[in-house]
């Protein structure tokens, strides 16, 4: 059986596309000003890759422009003369969604950094895409409001990149991710249209395009406004990291936590590699040479999490937890939460080089599934670090290697590759929150039958006919995964020299 | 304003800065575009795991959100120089020239990458390898054959006050007669501090006796620019040095530290000054080195690497970067003995760069502002980017200097502090240059001086001077 229906192969047929000219590049510079404009080659190098530097590809051309007006115009040029296109924020993608298309432009979003406006009394704000996430909740911070979704990166990653990569982080648990914090988009289609999807209600009539677009990966046009939802601050926050004898208890302490119908606000784990990197890094006060440390955090009206606070802590001694550390003040919470964050980031402490995977399991088989990952890493003879949301299984193995030893790099992808499919196997997903990209477009078949693809194709090509927006991502394009997609293989394009990988 | 003859000294030309590396910077084996003398180390580069947790805190990601004006783009620029992918054009240099060297990405960076080292490699192998335009290259000797002679400062400082008093400077600013002078020399016009005469005849003593029982002898770097325009940050270091104890050794002949010409890539010229300094401070007995500026603290404390290459100082050198101490560090580490009276005043902290990410001293200016009884210390929203002043950056990079200038005072503003607090001259001259109205500005050591000895240093520096909102808008083309 193959893995594609002849409608999908042509819906995502790449037609050829137009060329980046000295013309072209006079009409942008025209639209945007010649300061919106980067053409030099050594600059264009610099956006080669995101924070996934194994794919690069430089740009024929990188804009930046500076209002919805600006990025529509940007587009309207690319879809006259076929020019793909790919938006950028921070360029913190880990799957290599704003990875360049060769002869086409980068729309950087980083100059579309303004908060436009905050409705208190709503509670809500309209931003513009480059704004941080971290940015938002302080720029409401003084209203006691905060923008719930929390990535790791969310001290450089834009907003623009969270819609379009619907992230979340360790708050998601309780809060959901970022889907569930935005209620409309100001949104440029690949036509070089400008459009408002959803609404400031938080229910809306007819088919709510606003959550197709929700990590939708760049793949559907370019957001250029969010109106995002705000929460009030929790009366109060409690906080503690337990240190297990090995994973297995941790995991049993989070199932347990759930099955006495508690939901925390946040349920982190971290393995012995993951707190020396950490601690490496921040000095956070993790127990170090500790197996695995669960980070719980509740939060809500006082006399709930109290109780629940309690019970949170036998629930960890029962598991048999070896030292129990309760965050006395808001100081020693964002300390631990500081290590935390700071985690991937911190393996370049441990590890010249590392690839940070993404899956999801079922809850329930978080240990059986870290002793495979350990054993499984003993026989490629790689270390694996283990940072992840523990409360939703969504595990982020870090596969460390040294990319200067000959062939370590091949190896560890292969391991990476592997331990995302024993995330399928095991009932889960090849990616939690980072998305699909470049990455793991290939590994799609492993999780989608040929009709579910080409349903997936048929509402790009609905936005996108020309395909000319941030195109070979997300979907697998059939010539490039090998008809077969087979976990080893390298990409024809590397093999053609188009793309190399570190 | 300049009493010397730019070309005349001119440190600038090309040749000056050459080391004998010439044959190998023809050849650039094996370092890409760099020459083979200390080009950055593909280690430290390759520590950067491309995260861009840097991005937020780089003052030029700030301004221009362009990748290649950023840390990280400028690693991997740094990168592709190494693998002589890329040339060493103007394209290539502008983007590390226009790097404040603030090292906010330091701080930043979770993987501990250390871009100081890069950059510090990376300055001066542009300054031998890359020939700038000779605009560019006269002004920057300009500024070189000015900046760290005492005695050359103090005379164009004797001709900036005539400029000033014989209203020269206004009738200058009335008639818009500065717009005509280039950006640059117009940043140099707005930037000059007003000399108190009087203090440009002020030299610290040789050896200053402790109050009382003495606790810690110390040496004491006078600085070039401090000790001609901030003869008052000087005098009170001592005073209160002094009086909490310490013996204070200024040797007469020490001269610049060379922190400018190190971070401007002058690598010759700097080590230069540096085995100077070095010399300078043998003579003297001391436990402790003692430096009030950032700028000058945090290359004092990398003499030890500077000079690694050196056979006969490397050691020497090591030695000295050891001792060297910020004061507010030296002041937090002994406690406090002098009594200290009350000074009710709010004052913002505005954490120098040199002194907050370069040498990571932040608890102890606010640790020893503290001990003043009656004081706020405030802190400043976006404490971690750079004000724009770094070092002369606001000299040859006026534009983006300036943009950041304003945000620093916009965040200061937003505190309503009494007055500011630096521990550094060239904040302290950079926000006041765009401050609307009079802000009492001090470093802490002044502040503490005056608590010491019972005056009211905010008052006497013209009451509480908290801006109105319309003093702000009043000043054509301000904000
Ligand atoms: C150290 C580290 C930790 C991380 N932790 C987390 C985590 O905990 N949770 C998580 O979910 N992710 C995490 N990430 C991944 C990444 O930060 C997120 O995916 C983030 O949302 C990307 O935002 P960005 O601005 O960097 O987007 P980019 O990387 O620039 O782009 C990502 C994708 O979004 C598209 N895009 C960007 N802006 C727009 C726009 N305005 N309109 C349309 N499409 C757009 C791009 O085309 C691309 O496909 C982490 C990354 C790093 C490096
Ligand atoms: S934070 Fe550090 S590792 Fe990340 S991009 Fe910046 S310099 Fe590189
Ligand atoms: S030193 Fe400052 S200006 Fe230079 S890259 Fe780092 S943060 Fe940016």
Redesign the pocket.
Known sequence: MTAYTEEYRGLVAQLSGGEVTEAFRREVAALVGEGGLISEPAQLRTYEC??LTGYRVTPALVVLPATTEEVAAVVRLCARDRIPF??????????G??LPVADGIVIG?ARMRAVLSVDVADQRAVVQ??V??AGISAAVARHDLYFA??????V???????????????HCLKYG??TNHVLALTFVTPDGDVVTLGGDAPDQVGPDLRAV?LG?????????EVTVRLLRRPEVVRTLVADFPHPEAAGNAVSDIVAAGIVPAAVEMLDELAIEACEKAVQAGYTLGCPAALVVELDGVAAEVDEEFAQVQEICRRNGTTNLRVADDAQERARIWKGR?AA??AMGRISPDYF?QDGVIPRTKLGSTLTRIRQMSDEAGLRVANVF?AGDGNL?PLVLYNGAVDGEAERAEHLATAIVELCVEQGGSIT????V?SDKACSMTAMFGPDDLTVMARVRAAFDPQGIC?PG?VLPTPRLCGERPGPYRPHPLEAAGVIERM | MTATDPTAADPGTQADLRLHVDALAEAGRGAGVFDDHHPPSDELISDC?????CLPTCPTYALWGEEMDSPRGRIYLMKLGKEGAVEMDDTYAQHFDACLGCMACVTAC?SGVQYDQLIEAVRPQLERNHRRGLLDRLFRGLIFSLFPYPSRLRVAAVLGELYRRLGLRSLAHRTGAVRLLPRRLQAVEALMPPAKLRHLATRTPAVTPAVGTMRRRVGFLTGCVQRVFFADVNQATVRVLTAEGCEVVAPPTQRCCGALSEHAGREPEALDRARALIDAFAEVEVDTIVANVAGCGSTLKEYGRMLRDDAVYAERAAAFSAKVRDVSELLAELGPVAPRHPIEARVAYHDACHLGHAQGVRSQPREVLGTIPGLQVTDIPEAEICCGSAGIYNLVNPEPAEELGRRKVEHVLSVAPDALATANPGCLLQIRRYWPGDLPMFHPVELLDASIRGVDPVTARGGRGRPSLDARTAEPGTF
């Open positions: 995101d924070g790919v938006a950028r924020g921070a360029g913190t993608g880990l799957s969604g704003a979003l895409p480059g941080t996430n979704p929390d990535p790791s990166s969310q450089v990653c834009t907003i623009g990149g969270n819609v379009a990569e619907n992230s979340g982080g360790a991710f970022t677009v939708s990966e760049g793949t559907l046009g370019i957001v250029t964050k991937f980031a940070v949301h982020h939690g929150e980072h998305g990209g941030n991502k | 795991v491309h995260c861009g947790f979770p």
